[in-house]
């Protein structure tokens, strides 16, 4: 009987893990992917939606165009999880499995900060990010702030990049004299595994007269007074609040009793988990590496390489090597990358490249290779 292999998450882990095993096994594996949602949508979409640059439809990518040998996809929410006997509860069935992924991803815990979704707005989320572009376009005067409430949180050059579009979309509607932006940041430099990475960044935020706040995280937010708190007492009124919120694990995977402070701790090397046959990648994950594509994406790789290993009976693949790419925009066309290497020395690091048109095509590439490898489209 083929291994069965139940995939929970079609984020960029469960895609990349179900797509390396089909190409690889073919029918000689059964692969289970769940997730709740219709489609999926890449990360920095989430951007694009924020400042209208495109719509929510040329976005989604919807999982019934994945054909892949092996696969199934189901549209279904995952509501237990017994790691012990890798059996899985979901709103239309119960499955067991043989090798259990948890590709689950983060959630934004809004309650975390108050007032923020009374007072605020978060662009981490879809549907966050499409609120948003409806209240913009009557932003034309006052003070923004773009605020992290919370650390790990996914793609650590996103609020930078938010805060240099936003310049942008005002600078374009003729607005930015009449407007302040704030990024008011919990880590204590834009990118911190890079220098050089930051220093391009806080270059770019002082060019373009964007104050930048480190160490500090905005603890509430006042409706009334429209004033966000920060932890250290400082009250800072403004008009427009575009907010991080803390992250956590899935409900269902802090209640799957498989969590330590909020994530499953998993073995770098082999994505492991304490539960025999049972492993974690991406975000829901702790294996020293930050919250990003890139990385839910490597470690896919990794544990994809070690799993048909194991089922051909051939020699294990190495560890898993903590390398990744991110893109970031910096406005007006121009895209910058920072690869850093997480797992390698004694401390992370980070190489810079200095935003380019080579670089806008580099990450459109990155996209729509995906697209195709994952959806064939
Ligand atoms: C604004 C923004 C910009 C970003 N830019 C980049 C970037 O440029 N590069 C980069 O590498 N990363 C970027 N990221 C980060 C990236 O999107 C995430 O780190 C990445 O998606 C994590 O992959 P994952 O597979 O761990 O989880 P996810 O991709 O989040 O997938 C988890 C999946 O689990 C599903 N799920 C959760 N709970 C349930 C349940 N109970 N039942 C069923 N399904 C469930 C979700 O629907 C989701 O599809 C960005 C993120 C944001 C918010």
């Known amino acids: 009987m083929a291994t069965r292999v139940l995939v929970l998450g079609a984020g960029f882990g469960g895609l990349e893990l179900s797509s390396t095993l089909s190409e690889a096994l073919g029918d000689e594996v059964d692969v289970t992917l769940i997730d709740r949602n219709d489609a999926f949508v890449f990360g920095f979409s989430k951007l694009d939606l924020m400042f209208g640059h495109k719509s929510a439809d040329s976005v989604r990518l919807p999982y019934r165009d994945i054909a892949k040998p092996g696969v199934r996809f189901l549209q279904q929410t995952v509501t237990a999880i017994d790691p012990e006997t890798r059996t ?5 069935g119960t499955y067991e499995a043989d090798i259990l992924v948890v590709a689950l991803g983060a959630d934004y815990d ?3 900060t108050p007032g923020l979704t009374e007072a605020g707005n978060e662009f981490y989320s879809v549907a966050g ?15 923004a702030i773009i605020g992290v409430c919370g650390a790990p949180f996914k793609c650590p050059p996103a609020p930078s990049e938010a805060a240099l579009l936003l310049h942008e979309y005002l600078s374009a509607r003729g607005v930015r004299e009449s407007c302040e932006i704030t990024f008011v940041m ?13 220093e391009a960044l806080l270059s770019a935020f002082a060019e373009r007269d964007i104050k930048f706040m480190p160490g500090v995280r905005p603890s509430s937010l006042d409706a009334a007074r ?21 992250h956590r694990a899935p409900d269902v995977v ?3 009793g498989m969590t330590t402070d909020g994530y499953i701790p998993t073995k770098t090397e082999t994505l492991e988990t304490r539960f025999p046959g049972v492993y974690a990648i991406g975000d829901v994950s702790t294996v020293g590496v930050p919250k990003a594509g890139v990385f839910a994406e490597g470690a896919a790789r990794t544990l994809a390489e070690s799993l048909i290993a194991s089922i051909r009976g051939s020699e294990q693949p190495g560890p898993y090597d903590g390398l990744g790419s991110c893109y970031i925009e910096f406005g007006a066309g121009k895209v910058g990358r920072v690869d850093v290497d997480f797992l390698s020395g004694p ?8 935003p380019s048109d080579a670089l806008v095509a580099e990450k459109e590439h990155f996209g729509s290779s995906r697209r195709a490898r994952w959806f064939g489209r």
């Open 88 to 92: 899985v509860s979901t709103d239309e």
């Open 110 to 112: 809004m309650a975390a």
């Open 129 to 143: 990010a499409e609120r948003v572009a409806e209240l913009l376009p009557a932003f034309t005067e006052g003070h």
């Open 186 to 198: 919990l880590l204590p430099s834009p990118v911190p595994p890079s220098p050089e990475t930051s």
């Open 226 to 246: 429209r004033v966000a708190v920060l932890d250290d007492g400082t009250e800072m009124p403004y008009d427009l609040f575009l907010g991080v919120p803390k």
């Open 254 to 256: 802090l209640e799957s």
């Open 347 to 354: 401390r992370p690091t980070g190489t810079f490249h200095d």
